[in-house]
């Protein structure tokens, strides 16, 4: 199946989620990533924020408990460049900081930026992925390009609902692939 196919089928499959399926998936995916997600040495953690219309993971419940239980960790999010077609990261500062753009998207309308080099982890957001850490978003290539300007010892995390596929194919030089992936009742290493 294409890239375009499998982008298809995903997003259709997330929309066909309930409210409160979406909801219930989302807190078992948070649960799930502090269980089985390291976070010592972690200073920098960059998070996507979540199109709700497209029933995307809540990474609200991620930073709030992230907030809680680890507040030494700063959190960073994304804003949409679109001019250059590159994603710019803040530090969070609260959620009176954000603005939804025309995708849907919450972004942060002013605050610090957050240099890539100081980022440790990133969840990365994404429709599916396969048993080899492959992962397809919607298109656009954001997250690929912004990844190749972290460290290489950042730490790629996928956030899905879904179980991966056998193989998405061709992967193309440009995708970067994860180092895991956490679902709602399980954790892929890659």
Not at 78 to 96: A, M, Q, T
Not at 142 to 150: A, M, Q, S
Not at 156 to 180: A, C, N, T, V, Y
């Amino acid at each position: 199946m294409t890239k375009a196919a499998l982008r298809k089928l995903y997003l259709q499959k997330r929309l066909a989620l309930s409210e409160s399926a979406t909801v219930q998936l989302s807190k078992q995916l948070s649960k799930t990533s502090f269980l089985c997600t390291d976070l010592s040495g972690i200073g920098v953690l960059h998070t996507f924020l979540p199109i709700k219309k497209n029933k995307e993971p809540d990474t609200f419940y991620i930073i709030d408990r992230i907030r809680r239980e680890n507040p030494s960790i700063q959190l960073s999010i994304p804003k949409v460049n679109e001019e250059n077609g590159l994603l710019e990261n803040y530090y969070w500062e609260g959620h009176d900081q954000l603005r939804e753009n025309k995708w849907g998207i919450p972004e942060p309308q002013h605050g610090i930026p957050t240099p890539p080099e100081k980022i440790d982890m990133v969840l990365v957001p994404l429709l599916v992925f396969d048993q080899q850490g492959h992962r397809v978003g919607y298109g656009k290539g954001y997250y690929d390009r912004f990844l190749t300007t972290c460290r290489k010892d950042c730490k790629k995390i996928g956030l899905s609902f879904f179980r991966p596929i056998e193989l998405i194919s061709p992967s193309e030089e440009h995708d970067q692939k994860l180092d895991q992936v956490i679902t709602p009742g399980r954790n892929y290493q890659f």
